[in-house]
Structure formats: structure tokens, C-alpha cells
Nanobody, 116 residues
Framework: QVQLVESGGGLVQPGGSLRLSCAVS????????MGWYRQAPGKQRELVAT???????NYRDSVKGRFTISGDNAKNTVYLQMNSLKPEDTAVYYC??????????WGQGTPVTVSS
């Protein structure tokens, strides 16, 4: 069983930055995929960014060049650095991982609001 705890969300003005963190209860080196998803009010959950054990990253088009996913092996933490935030980035952001057996786990979510 893998536990995920997100933090770092909050209220930020357009153009601002936030860094989301996802503390993982197991070594992130054991995970096949780590990622971030988001769900805006009234919308379906959507993929934001993923990274694989092999180091392949994937971003949705609307965040390319603004968001960066990374991991800290020593802290077993996955990050999402979000720059140049826009009101349309407002959502609850969820950490997601696939473990060594490709079992999927979700965090509880952290809200991000981009507004002036």
C-alpha cells in the first residue's frame, strides 16, 4: 500500500508561481510512474504531467513550458513546479503513482486557485 500526501496549494495571482509537493510512503525509485492530475469544478479529472522510472516526462499541452514535474529520491517526494499561472489552472491537484506492480494510488488533493 502506497500513501500520498500533497501540499503546497493555495491562492495565487495570475502570473504567479506555486510548487506542489507529494510525499510518498515508499521509495520513489520503486515506482513505475509518478504524476499530477487536476480537476476543476464541474469538469473531469485531467492529466497534467507524468514522469516514468526511465525519466520520460509528459505534459498536457496547456502547461508545457510553464509546469515542471520532478522527484527527490532522498525525500521520496514528487514536485510540480507551476509558473506563469493562469485562472484556468484553478483546480484541485492530485498526486498519482503506479507502483512496481502497476497498482494505482491517489492522494487526497490540494486546491489551487489563481485569481486576482
Amino acid at each position: 500500500q502506497v500513501q500520498l500526501v500533497e501540499s503546497g496549494g493555495g491562492l495565487v495571482q495570475p502570473g504567479g508561481s506555486l510548487r506542489l509537493s507529494c510525499a510518498v510512503s515508499v521509495s520513489i525509485l520503486s515506482l513505475n510512474v509518478m504524476g499530477w492530475y487536476r480537476q476543476a469544478p464541474g469538469k473531469q479529472r485531467e492529466l497534467v504531467a507524468t514522469t516514468t522510472r526511465g525519466g520520460v516526462t509528459n505534459y498536457r499541452d496547456s502547461v508545457k513550458g510553464r509546469f515542471t514535474i520532478s522527484g527527490d529520491n532522498a525525500k521520496n517526494t514528487v514536485y510540480l513546479q507551476m509558473n506563469s499561472l493562469k485562472p484556468e489552472d484553478t483546480a484541485v491537484y492530485y498526486c498519482n503513482v503506479l507502483d512496481s506492480r502497476y497498482s494505482q494510488y491517489w492522494g487526497q488533493g490540494t486546491p489551487v486557485t489563481v485569481s486576482s
